[in-house]
């Protein structure tokens, strides 16, 4: 089973499309969707100077839906992370789903959630276009810390959109068949 996390609140917008393509290469080994907007996930408080619980324990002290996040994740064959570029960076929510789940990731060494796993990115940048390599930057550091392996970076813009759709379906149809 593949693992699809999005962070947008457009339902109807360029990620949505990306969302829909990534589903569709999904349809051989099935996928679930977790939709970053639609939970509940604060900001790190950096508790105990920045070396808190998350660093020792591996989990964290702020009750919300990060521990949902971690168990999808530990359920997953593969992760696929589709986030609209804001402001050359990942969305919001993104940003700060993935900011606590590195720290209570990081340090786990191989016992890692994402230890291993493969990930492809994905930058919808539905306005201007701009700011996805930055965008795809940020997300393979992010996987990266994690001890994921990349399997691919696709950026995706209104004038690209037709064939990356296509670009996006078939690359987690590859990934599906691994």
Not at 36 to 58: A, F, P, S, V
Not at 106 to 121: D, H, K
Not at 148 to 171: E, M, P, S
Request: glycine share 10%; proline share 2%; net charge neutral.
């Amino acid at each position: 089973m593949l693992l699809i996390v999005s962070a947008s609140p457009n339902a109807a917008g360029l990620t949505a499309a990306c969302v829909e393509a990534a589903t569709q290469g999904s349809a051989t080994v099935g996928s679930a969707h977790l939709d970053l907007c639609k939970l509940r996930i604060e900001r790190c408080q950096q508790c105990e100077n920045g070396w808190g619980r998350c660093r020792r324990e591996h989990r964290c002290i702020i009750e919300d839906d990060l521990p949902r996040l971690q168990q999808a994740l530990a359920g997953a064959d593969g992760l696929i992370i589709v986030s609209p570029v804001y402001y050359g960076e990942l969305a919001e929510s993104a940003k700060c789903a993935f900011d606590r789940l590195r720290r209570c990731e990081a340090t786990r060494g191989e016992q890692s959630v994402l230890n291993g796993m493969p990930v492809i990115c994905i930058a919808a940048a539905g306005g201007s276009g701009g700011g996805i390599t930055n965008c795809l930057t940020e997300m393979e550091r992010l996987v990266q810390h994690l001890r994921g392996q990349i399997a691919d970076l696709i950026g995706v813009t209104q004038r690209n959109r037709g064939y990356k759709l296509d670009t996006i379906c078939a690359a987690v149809t590859a990934l599906a068949g691994k």
